[in-house]
């Protein structure tokens, strides 16, 4: 994906499903198993009895993060009577044949091409010439421009050039269901299963069934209060489709910008049982405050040393390579011209898609929107979205209030946080270009404050000298946040790591479907209020189904195995199941767990070597050794040059001697 795209769509997606656990094995007395996780599959056993008066689980509604709902580009001369698949959305297509849609900002490639063809090139040659900016910044505002033209926003809130559209789920889970003989799937079968690809929903369907497990979508250049309305109408819609009286509501991400919205106008509802916020945004994100507020780290050092292989190694492993060569290209322009882009390139971006978009200030927090608010929304053109943005402001002034009355009136409320992480940390690197990146206690997106709306966070790293209940690491004191007895908190997991930290998604469909876990006090020890993060994606998405085969063709006489090696696949599926199946984090026992199984799948499968490498290669960021001979000397070679002569371009390097 476009880098662009990734820096603002904060936590784009890299979750991968969650496998059903049918078909798992038992431990027996001569099953070996690993002895460095104390817990056995009957310690983490769960009864699912959190269930309505008839004895029916609650439907489930997850309100999606942001680049989980798809948008796109209408297709003003669609005919639904000639289309092949009825399922499909009136979606445009671009001159290359690509559906212009995106769970972010869509991107027309070939209309962008064009435009580089046609007001790029011979500008950026005259400019390298002459050393001065030859008209070199005024073309890549137009590129910019048709860039960012797709979505872009009016004064008013209304697209200026497309009618866009919203990608809805009207239906559940098992609507959309693709039929297991079935060769081909229809559009919308296609999205259901991408859906359990990238959210671990598995983990609930398999408990309430697929016709309890709905999507409600929305769009990134909506309004969060018109959002809050619609997922209202769908509570209904679900209610009347599974003849339910409450539904439990899943926000994720970005989704507690809707659930803020939600309390605001629908504090009184008998509709909903239980709420669970996973890394919810609940007073915006530092982030995107810097970003309205122009906050960036404009060092010299950032932008030609260590700032673009940093942003460039969070996409490849190769980042260092290519984002050092980068440096190199900077500087045949002057400093100053490079600088002129980019600040081309983000008002395009500021004046198309982020000043008149209501969703996009609900990531705004509530100390800074009346300032930005008045300097950007302040003139009577904007009047129609500073509106809009003013009742979410006064939605987030509200939200600490409205969830005490919420919770009052019998709605079960939790909330599940990450922190110890600056913003920028451990993955989306690109947030560090962010001038307060530093500063916040964060799950590497959002920070701790947000998410749990007031919890008192020391700097990553240090203590605080005094706290009402202070986790064990000293960074954070819980007794301060909304909801001090039904918030968690998972040290150091990344924000997109919630969907793969076995314990956030157990934590979660127990505070929904069991009486186990009522709140932090209910079983401490098994569902502490202070965890930490395994990230057992790597085993959820490929491994376990790949011993599951493995073991199911040995069972069925396709492979000859040894009663050792059979023993030794029953051990490590065993031990997958305890790491998907975990509510206390043990990192290391999920790193040794997940090098079992892919070696054993190496040994046993069809598994080549270069497979398992290449699927191991982002986590263990491993380089071809010519590559990191080369990078090694690129690096150095860049980190001299910007010792002897900063910023300047390569035309400059003279001016060194003479000062």
Known sequence: ????????????????????????????????????????????????????????????????????????????????????????????????????????????????????????????????????????????????????????????????????????????????????????????????????????????????????????????????????????????????????????????????????????????????????????????????????????????????????????????????????????????????????????????????????????????????????????????????????TDAFYHAQLNLESNIKKMTANGIKINIIAGYGLHTGDARYNFFRVMENSSKVNSDGVINVESTTLGATAALPGEKLRSGGRLSPDGEVDASTGVLPDNTWYFYNMHHEDAANNSPVINLAVALMYSHDVENVNSKPEKYPQFNGNSDNWFIRRWRYRDMKNLYTDYTAGKLDWTLETADECRAIMYDCERVMRATVADAEFCKETTKRVNDFCVKYGNLSEENAKLLTQKQLAELPEWAEVLTKIIRFADDTIFKLYGDKAYSEFWKVYFE
């Open 1 to 388: 994906m476009n880098l662009i795209a990734k820096i603002f769509s904060l936590i784009m997606s890299v979750i991968m499903t969650i496998l059903p656990m049918g078909g798992a094995v038992a431990k027996t007395s001569d099953t070996p198993a690993s002895d460095n996780y104390p817990y056995t599959l009957e310690d983490m056993s769960v009864v699912y009895d959190n269930v309505d008066e008839n004895g029916n689980y609650y439907p489930l509604i997850v309100v999606p993060g942001i680049s989980h709902s798809i948008t796109y580009v209408v297709d003003e001369n669609y005919d639904s009577s000639t289309a092949e698949d009825p399922s499909r959305p009136p979606i445009k297509k671009d001159a290359f044949g690509n559906d212009l849609q995106s769970g972010t900002m869509i991107f027309d490639v070939p209309e962008i091409l064009k435009a580089v063809a046609r007001c790029l090139i011979a500008p950026l040659v005259k400019s390298v010439i002459a050393q001065k900016d030859c008209g070199i910044v005024d073309a890549v505002g137009k590129v910019a421009d048709v860039a960012f033209s797709a979505q872009k926003t009016l004064p008013d809130g209304s697209f200026a050039n497309n009618e866009i559209g919203l990608l809805e789920f009207n239906g559940s889970f098992a609507d959309f269901a693709t039929p297991d003989d079935a060769d081909t799937q229809n559009y919308m079968q296609y999205q259901c299963a991408y859906l359990y690809k990238i959210l671990p929903l598995r983990a609930v369907s398999d408990i309430i069934g697929e016709e309890n497990l709905f999507f409600f979508s929305f769009s990134l250049f909506g309004d969060p209060m018109t959002s809050a309305q619609r997922l209202d109408k769908y509570i209904n819609f679900v209610l009347e489709k599974t003849g339910a009286k409450k539904v439990n509501l899943l926000p994720i991400s970005l989704g507690g910008t809707v659930f803020t919205a939600f309390c605001e106008q629908f504090t009184n509802t008998d509709k909903v049982n239980t709420i669970v916020n996973v890394v919810p945004v609940l007073n915006g994100t530092q982030a995107v405050t810097d970003m309205m507020n122009r906050d960036f780290d404009i060092s010299a050092e950032f932008w030609y040393n260590e700032g673009i292989p940093m942003m460039i190694s969070e996409f490849t492993e190769y980042g260092e390579l290519i984002g050092h060569t980068v440096n190199f290209l900077l500087r045949a322009l002057p400093a100053e011209v490079n600088a002129a882009m980019l600040t081309k390139i983000y008002d395009n971006l500021f004046n198309n898609l982020l000043v008149n978009t209501p969703q996009i200030w609900a990531m705004v927090n509530r100390e800074a929107y009346p300032e930005l608010a008045k300097k950007y929304l302040g003139d009577e053109a904007h009047a129609p979205v500073r509106a809009k």
